[in-house]
């Protein structure tokens, strides 16, 4: 089942913050953040484990809430290098631990 | 930093043709995977590898398509016949665990 990211796009001064987050309907076995620019394979960012898991460091982090069905992706004081996709993956309890579900994508862009 | 590799960066192919498209993973990854992302979409799973055989695949993983792992190194795709909408660009990705690396990718090109 294909998490929901929202919002779909976003457009941000250099040195403001964003949030994506991502949702499932069902819990999750875990979530993967990853970044993409256009026309490159999607960059590893962060997984996340465990239900009131955060972890990152102050510029770029994430959030798992308890119930493992939303995460939130933290971008803090944003730089022109965080421009890009960035998509939520996930992982159910279905299945074989293997296949990510990728959600639709954020479009974040970063401008002077 | 290891990273995956993947040959060839483009393919143009005509329609019905036969294309496989290589991958080396992390040397001492366990797990491999396919997936596909058409210009402008989200990142589709197409199929996990491990111990030399299908873990698991997508309903796009059709007949078409077949993956093998012919040595300790290379990991590839095949596409047998392929279509006008198999025009996508490809990703290999492999694991230890958990954490998924992905390749630069093939941008296929069917005409």
């Known amino acids: 089942q294909q998490p929901v990211q929202s919002p779909q796009a976003v457009i941000l001064r250099e040195g403001e913050d964003a949030v994506i987050n991502c949702s499932s309907s069902?819990?999750?076995?875990?979530v993967h953040w990853y970044r993409q620019k256009h026309g490159e394979a999607p960059v590893f960012l962060m997984i996340?484990?465990?239900?009131?898991e955060q972890k990152g460091h102050e510029k770029i982090s994430a959030s798992f809430n308890e119930k493992k069905q939303q995460s939130s992706l933290y971008l803090t004081a944003s730089q022109l290098s965080y421009s890009g996709t960035y998509f939520c993956?996930?992982?159910?309890?279905?299945?074989?631990?293997?296949?990510?579900?990728f959600g639709t994508g954020t479009r974040l862009q970063v401008t002077l | 930093e290891p990273e995956v590799t993947q040959t060839p960066s483009h393919q143009v192919t005509q329609m019905g043709q036969e294309v496989i498209l290589r991958c080396v993973p992390i040397?001492?990854?366990?797990?491999f995977y396919w997936y596909r992302q058409i210009l402008g979409q989200k990142v589709e799973f197409l199929v996990s590898?491990?111990?030399?055989?299908?873990?698991?695949k997508s309903e796009i993983f059709d007949d078409q398509f077949s993956v093998e792992r012919p040595d300790g190194s290379n990991f590839t795709l095949k596409i047998r016949s392929t279509k006008l909408e198999d025009s996508a660009m490809y990703f290999c990705?492999?694991?230890?665990?958990?954490?998924?690396?992905f390749g630069p990718g093939t941008r296929l090109l069917v005409l």
């Open positions: 990705a492999s694991s230890e665990q958990e954490t998924q690396y």
């Open positions: 040397s001492n990854h366990l797990y």
């Open positions: 069902k819990a999750l076995y875990s």
């Open positions: 996340l484990l465990k239900g009131g």
């Open positions: 590898f491990y111990n030399n055989e299908i873990s698991e």
């Open positions: 993956g996930t992982i159910g309890f279905t299945g074989t631990a293997s296949k990510l579900t």
